[in-house]
């Protein structure tokens, strides 16, 4: 396991599509080195998320929620720490399903590739997202609110999207310490 250096806005290979995990890869000694060094480097710097793109591997794999309370987000809702690979995710109406209106929420987000920076974001608010652990176990969950933000923020990751690129109101971008001065 190492903390590997995180790559920042700006790096070319934050914005491109990642490569899926195909089989075979599952549970392969790559790819569970690659899980270690996300999950390290992300507790390193109190990270909600990382995906594989930001230490520079050109892989469909996250890993988010560290099951407590992290600094950087002390108010957010714990989520279970999970390693999604190939995700896919559906975002939700209001009654669960995908004909009618999504409901989005606008908060506050930030990024270790785009260090000392907040954004208000809007995402859907409900979303059903599916992939696989490090193992190739299918992962299928619903779920709402800040899980659903965090699971959108670092897919997006895979995708070649940075979180400055959805914010609509580029007025409420900032500096982590002129914003929150009490989280500095
Ligand atoms: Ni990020």
């Not at 609110?145 to 914010?167: K, N, S």
């Amino acid at each position: 396991m190492t903390i590997q250096t995180l790559l920042k806005m700006g790096d070319p290979r934050l914005l491109q599509m990642a490569q899926p995990v195909t089989e075979g890869q599952w549970g392969s000694p790559q790819l569970m080195a690659l899980v270690a060094d996300l999950w390290e480097t992300m507790d390193a710097s109190n990270g909600a998320g990382l995906a594989a793109p930001q230490i520079g591997v050109d892989w469909q794999v996250v890993v988010f929620g560290t099951g407590k309370v992290n600094p950087r987000y002390p108010d957010a809702p714990l989520v279970d720490p999970t390693v999604l690979c190939n995700p896919v995710i559906i975002p939700l109406d209001s009654q669960g399903g995908t004909q009618g209106p999504i409901p989005e929420e606008v908060a506050w987000e930030g990024c270790l590739s785009v260090p000392g920076m907040r954004g208000q974001v809007p995402r859907a608010s409900h979303i059903r997202y599916t992939g696989f652990d490090a193992m190739g176990r299918a992962i299928d969950r619903v779920v709402s609110g800040f899980h659903a933000r965090v699971v959108q923020h670092e897919c997006d990751h895979l995708w070649g999207t940075l979180y400055p690129m959805r914010i609509r109101d580029m007025r409420q971008f900032g500096f982590n310490e002129v914003l929150f001065p009490q989280l500095t």
